[in-house]
């Protein structure tokens, strides 16, 4: 295990696509979403298990979800839990944590990761994450790690590789791509060097500190003004004042679509982003009519591509419904058609 090694966890988004399962004080990444006896959190934990000592994790969340953290990873130091007072996307977040990882550990290599995406290849995860390590430990370098694309998605950003081979497995990137219509994904997964674009990244601490200063000097100077208060009495404090003053903006515009030396690692471990239940619906598996189910006590009788979760414990028959979401929590039901679940948001207004 690599001492210097640091595993950068985000956690702290609402989930509101997941409703009725996540909601605003509880979100998805607090969840036991698949079934399976551990949170989306805990899971993104464990499979780092090896890669970096505990006392080298770090996550990012809302203030209101730190006894949620405290609770799911009590192995965590206090400390290494920092606290967003608001919401200002993934740059100020990554920021931020860079920052207080600098100053301690000046040559840290670093992970960031998002709270709530799924690997089910946790072996070769972890050889790729070893692999990628080794290579940003080495050189200036930013690198993402790209997903082979098994189909022609349009729900994901996608990177565009170059064919020279910089290290083994590992190229440098041509261009991000947005979220493309269904001909052009069809385009990109016949091209061969498209994947999609996991929001993985790994770096130096210094080589993320220069982008920032290169890129985003106001937000670097708005850091570099906290350097004192990092680790005392009076940081959240300081971040409770100055965080809200910061750009709200994702860190793929504000430094990967900008910078040189970006490269990408092709890989293929099992991963989805648990956007949506749509996407549970694919990796959970299913019965002979396409139905996934969480709940120990569910039945479903003429009915097909369906997703259910419910509360172990309640019993639920749903009979001639075909792709529909059945979810449940607490006093809260929700029934609705797969096919219009980005309308959830709309519902909940």
Same mark, same amino acid.
């Given at each position: ?7 950068? $966890? ?30 989306? =959190?805990?899971?993104? *934990?464990? @499979? ?19 006894? =949620? ?13 920092? =606290?967003?007072?608001? %919401? ?6 990554? *920021? ?29 995860? @972890? ?13 200036? &370098? ?8 098994? @189909? ?7 990177? *565009? ?5 910089? &290290?083994?497995? $590992? ?5 991000? @791509? ?10 990109? =997964? ?20 220069? +982008? ?6 106001? %937000? +670097?100077? &708005? ?18 004042? %100055? ?7 994702? $860190? ?24 949506t239940w749509g996407s549970l619906h694919t990796l959970l598996s299913h019965d002979d009519a396409e139905n996934a189910t969480v709940g120990d006590q569910v039945t479903l009788i003429d009915s097909k591509n369906c997703v259910v979760h419910v509360p172990a414990g309640k019993r639920v028959v749903i009979q001639g419904l075909d792709g529909y979401i059945i979810a449940e929590k607490g006093d809260t039901l929700l029934i609705c058609k797969l096919e219009e679940e980005q309308h959830i948001k709309d519902f909940l207004k």
């Amino acid at each position: 295990m690599a001492e210097n090694n640091h595993i950068v $966890i985000m956690a702290g988004g609402i989930g509101s696509r997941f409703w009725p399962m996540s909601t605003p004080e509880n979100p998805k990444q607090f969840i036991d979403v698949t079934g399976c006896g551990r949170t989306l =959190l805990q899971l993104t *934990a464990d @499979r780092f298990e090896g890669i970096a000592p505990i006392e080298n994790m770090w996550v990012v969340t809302s203030k209101k979800y730190f006894s =949620l953290v405290r609770e799911q990873l009590p192995n965590l130091p206090e400390s290494n839990i920092l =606290l967003e007072p608001c %919401m200002r996307n993934t740059a100020p977040c990554i *920021a931020y944590v860079s920052w207080k990882i600098k100053k301690r550990f000046p040559d840290a290599n670093m992970v960031v990761t998002a709270s709530d995406h799924i690997v089910t290849d946790v072996k070769e995860f @972890r050889r790729v994450i070893r692999k990628s390590l080794d290579f940003t430990a080495s050189r200036d &370098a930013i690198l993402t790690l790209g997903m082979n694309p098994t @189909r022609p998605e349009t729900g994901y950003g996608y990177i *565009a590789a170059l064919p020279d081979v910089v &290290a083994p497995e $590992i190229h440098r990137v041509e261009s991000f @791509r947005e979220k493309p219509d269904f001909e052009t994904a069809q385009a990109y =997964l016949e091209a061969g060097n498209y994947f999609w674009n996991a929001g993985l990244f790994i770096w130096n601490v210094k080589t993320i500190e220069k +982008a920032f200063r290169t890129f985003q000097p106001d %937000m +670097a100077s &708005a850091f570099d003004r906290l350097n004192d208060v990092f680790f005392t009495s009076k940081e959240q404090e300081c971040i409770d004042e %100055m965080f809200p003053d910061c750009t709200k903006i994702s $860190i793929d515009y504000a430094v990967m679509e900008k910078a040189k030396d970006i490269y990408v690692f092709p890989a293929d471990f099992g991963w989805s982003d648990l956007g949506t239940w749509g996407s549970l619906h694919t990796l959970l598996s299913h019965d002979d009519a396409e139905n996934a189910t969480v709940g120990d006590q569910v039945t479903l009788i003429d009915s097909k591509n369906c997703v259910v979760h419910v509360p172990a414990g309640k019993r639920v028959v749903i009979q001639g419904l075909d792709g529909y979401i059945i979810a449940e929590k607490g006093d809260t039901l929700l029934i609705c058609k797969l096919e219009e679940e980005q309308h959830i948001k709309d519902f909940l207004k």
